[in-house]
C-alpha cells in the first residue's frame, strides 16, 4: 500500500509509521521537523525501503498542495497532524491562536483532501483516515478550541464519506482518549485511562484494517463520555465545574 501520513515526526503519527513499515508498503511522512522524520525513516529502514519525507508545514497551503500533486496515486491517507492549545488555558484564547489551531487541525486537512480526493476517484478506490479525539464528544471549557476544532473535523468526515462512498472511497473516522505523545505530555493533570503509544495506534490500526467506520476508545472513557452527555444540563455544568 502506498500510504501517507501527515504529522508523522512524534507521537502517533511516528507510530503509525512503525506499525505501517514493512515491505510490501510504500510510506510518505509528512511534518516541519526534518531530522525528526530523517531519524524516523533511518529507524525503519530494515523494515520500509520506501519512504519518503515531506518536510512543509501544513498551513502553508499552496505549498503543501504543491508538494501533494507530486504523489502520483495513494491508498491511504492519515490525517493525522494537529495540534492543541493545552488545558491550563485558562484564559480566552486569542483570534490569532484560534485561527493557528484551525488551519492545522481542519483547514489543512481539505488542503490535503482538494488535491488526494480526485486522485482517489479517478482510480476509484482509497481509505481517508482522520484522527479526531473524544474531546470532540463532550466539550471541557479549558479545551474549547481543539473540542470545536475536532467536533467540525467529524461533520466535515462524514460528508466526505458520503459523498465519496460510490468511488470506493472509505472514510474512517477515529476518536482516540488520551495517548502519551508529545501533546500530552504538556498536560498537567490526571489523563483518565492514559494508553502507551504503541498500543493507542495498534487499537487505531485493528479497527483501519477492519474497515470500521468510526472507532472511539478506549471503551470505558467512551462510554463515560457518553453518559455525562446525557445527563441533565444542570448536573452536567456540576460535574465540569468539579473537574475543572
Ligand atoms: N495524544 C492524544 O492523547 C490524542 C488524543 C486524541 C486525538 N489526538 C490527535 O492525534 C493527532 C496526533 O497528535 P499527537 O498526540 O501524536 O501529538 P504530537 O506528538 O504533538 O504530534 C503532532 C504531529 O503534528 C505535526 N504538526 C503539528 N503542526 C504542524 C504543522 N503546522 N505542519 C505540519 N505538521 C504539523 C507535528 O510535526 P512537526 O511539529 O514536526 O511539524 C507532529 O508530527 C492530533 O491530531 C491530535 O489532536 C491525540
Redesign the pocket.
Known amino acids: 500500500m502506498k500510504i501517507l501520513i ?8 511516528a507510530e503509525f509509521a512503525r506499525q505501517y513499515a514493512s515491505s510490501e508498503n510504500e510510506l510518505y511522512l509528512l ?3 526534518e531530522e ?1 522524520l530523517l531519524q524516523l525513516k533511518n529507524e525503519l529502514f530494515d523494515k520500509c525501503k520506501k519512504i519518503r519525507l515531506i518536510v ?4 502553508d497551503f499552496e505549498l503543501l498542495q504543491n508538494k501533494l500533486h507530486e504523489i502520483e496515486a495513494l491508498d491511504m491517507v492519515i490525517l ?5 492549545l493545552g488545558h491550563s488555558h485558562t484564559e480566552m484564547p486569542t483570534i490569532a491562536e484560534f485561527k493557528n489551531l484551525y488551519d ?2 481542519v483547514l489543512s486537512q481539505h488542503a490535503v483532501l482538494e488535491v488526494l480526493l480526485p486522485k482517489m476517484q479517478a482510480q476509484k478506490s482509497g481509505k481517508v483516515i482522520f ?1 479526531s ?2 474531546s470532540s464528544l463532550f466539550t471541557m471549557p479549558s479545551a474549547k478550541v481543539y473540542a470545536s476544532s475536532k467536533r467540525a473535523l467529524n461533520a466535515y468526515a462524514e460528508g466526505i464519506r458520503y459523498k465519496y462512498a460510490s468511488y470506493g472511497i472509505k472514510v474512517v473516522t477515529i476518536l ?4 502519551k ?4 505530555d504538556k498536560n498537567d493533570f490526571n489523563m483518565p485511562f492514559l494508553l502507551e503509544t504503541d498500543e493507542g495506534v495498534r487499537r487505531m490500526k485493528q479497527a483501519i484494517d477492519r474497515g470500521r467506520e468510526l472507532y472511539a476508545f478506549p471503551l470505558r472513557f467512551y462510554l463515560i463520555i457518553r453518559i455525562l452527555s446525557w445527563l441533565p444540563s444542570a448536573l452536567r455544568q456540576r460535574i465540569v465545574n468539579y473537574l475543572a
Open positions: 501527515t504529522g508523522a515526526s512524534s507521537g502517533l503519527g511534518a516541519r521537523r525528526k512543509v508545514d501544513v498551513r493525522n497532524a494537529g495540534i492543541s492545522v487541525n484522527i479525539s473524544l482516540p482518549g488520551f495517548i505523545s508529545e501533546l500530552t
